[in-house]
């Protein structure tokens, strides 16, 4: 069963994490710093990679609740690219397959033309790296 308006797929399987193998350590030694990074990428930088991965970190200590909270945003990915899937599912990867769930999210940024490790002001810089500055006016400024 799919959502409303779901029109694609993941770009890579749930267990394909070894296909990156750096994203891959990183989420299995600290799953906090993956998890903030795509999350601060998800919310376009209305808040820090630190806090969310502070937020992880902190809701880690209770009974799946930082995977309630990792869910959260795998369903934002979800919705924000059309990708099929149901909440349902999104819950049971993410309490259930966490890191393998947190690398799937990161390599379809990285499929979506996010470097997910420059953080949401970082890809924002590379997209305008083309104007370094403000166009020549011919003859100068003058009054």
Not at 32 to 40: D, K, Q
Not at 100 to 128: D, K, P, Y
Request: contains cysteine; proline residues 1%; neutral net charge.
């Amino acid at each position: 069963m799919s959502e409303k308006g779901a029109v694609g797929s993941w770009s890579t399987g749930l267990c394909d994490c070894f296909s990156d193998c750096g994203n891959c350590c990183l989420t299995l030694c600290c799953p906090c710093v993956s998890f903030g990074r795509i999350a601060e990428i998800v919310d376009q930088g209305t808040t820090s990679c630190c806090v969310h991965g502070t937020l992880f970190c902190l809701l880690g200590g209770f009974t799946y609740f930082a995977g309630i909270y990792t869910c959260l945003y795998r369903t934002k990915i979800r919705r924000q690219y059309g990708i099929e899937g149901h909440q349902c599912t999104d819950f049971l990867s993410s309490c259930f397959c966490s890191h393998c769930a947190i690398c799937q999210e990161h390599r379809e940024l990285q499929a979506r033309g996010f470097r997910v490790s420059a953080g949401w002001e970082g890809n924002v810089q590379m997209q305008t790296s083309g104007v370094t500055a403000a166009p020549a006016v011919e003859g100068g400024m003058s009054r």
